[in-house]
């Protein structure tokens, strides 16, 4: 077996690599990202660091290239190298308020200076330098426009922010002010092993702060790697969003009831109804992908929950052994995304052009989903999106189309919208009348 290279990197410069590579591989960013980490040699500190500039330089793109054709003559004749090289360096000097700014422009000309010659690191030097003695008034839009300012200043596409506008009206400014927000994590405590007042007491006794909210949600006050949170290896708690617990919550899967979750990886819904439920019932988590049931099936043994069967399925072709069989079906399908950009940068950046064939696939799944339902059942329509044509529009077509199921909760779904501690997120609850 060919022996695996380890390399020793300047975190910077890493950082700088792992985005070139991202951009000529086209892949996903946590792939690109455990990929860089898995072959260098970083301490536990500067790891922490190369996953803030990574993540932090793929979020602020649009912000930091509006930056750079300011101060670059001719942007056009940038090789993507030095881009990455300005981009890294200017997130730095704007956005870490704990890195000097000579260490930031230091490590950038040194960079430049390794890979693309002495006449690059004399213009990163200038470019930098003017970015620094401009810095307090950079982003100063008079007199220009407010879709185009607030797509500068969050480094939110003018498509997006137009789409919010159009839905959700004064709203949209909260939205898209929401995402540059440090998001801290929720946990759901697994109430089939701990309760609550009882976890929280292990907070306390670690220091660990925290406010509580609805019937088993505990809200961290700081950013915390889960792994690292007390009781997580033990099964104590497992992350999930406060919208996708207030979601389950409605929908409120009970005793000894048959469960089916079409779209269920990485879990956390399966999770959620298991510990509802009492470990008793039976819930099916489907998936297209094979390979993430693992995900499931891992997770479900740490948190000792025993009533889940995960195996593969593709939720547009009902498993025929559970039609009309569900007491409660969750519908959680594949959307744009864009109420969780604040956890998945690059998925702000897609075209919404390239997603117009999405809410036909929702359409379908919901449709086929339903025919899960025994009479009197229930089935939950969710997205993590902002988008009507994928959520309120898709909702009122599986309506029209099928006449024996109804809305639980009146005359709409429910949106929630994003801050600290929620993604966006929609959800629509729907019962079989027959």
Known sequence: MKEKKIYSHNVRELCVDALNNLEKDVKYSNLQLNASLTESALSEQDRALFTALFYGVIEKRLTLDYLIDRFVKRPDKLSPYTRNILRTAIFQLLFLEKIPDHAAVFEACETAKKHEGPGCTSLVNGVLRNIIREKSTLFDFKDADPIKALSIKHSVPEELIALWIHSYGQRATEI???????????????????????????????????????????????????????????????IQDLSCQAAISDLLPGKNEIVVDVCACPGGKSFSAGIAMENTGAIYSFDIHSSKLPLITKSAERLGITN??????????????????????????????????????????????????????????????????????????????????????????FLSSAPQFARISGNAGTTVFPDAFHDGFYYDIFIRKD
């Open 308 to 397: 889940i069967t995960a195996r593969e399925n593709d939720a547009r072709f009902p498993a025929a052994e559970l039609v009309g069989k569900a007491d409660t079906v969750i519908c959680d399908v594949p959307c744009s995304g864009f109420g969780v950009i604040a956890k998945k940068p690059e998925i702000r950046y897609k075209p919404l052009s390239d997603l117009a064939s999405l809410p036909d696939l929702q359409f379908e799944i919901l449709a086929k989903s339903s025919m899960y339902c025994a009479p009197g059942g229930k089935i939950m329509y969710s997205t993590c999106t902002l988008n009507p044509n994928e959520n309120e529009r898709v909702s009122e077509r």
């Open 176 to 238: 898209v002010c929401a995402l540059s927000l440090t998001r801290y994590p929720s946990l759901y405590v697994n109430t089939l092993k701990i309760s609550r007042q009882a976890y929280c007491a292990m907070l306390t006794d670690k220091g660990i702060e925290y406010s509580i909210s609805g019937k088993t949600d505990v809200l961290l006050k700081a950013p915390f790697p889960a792994v690292k949170l007390p009781g997580f290896n033990e099964g104590l708690i497992f």
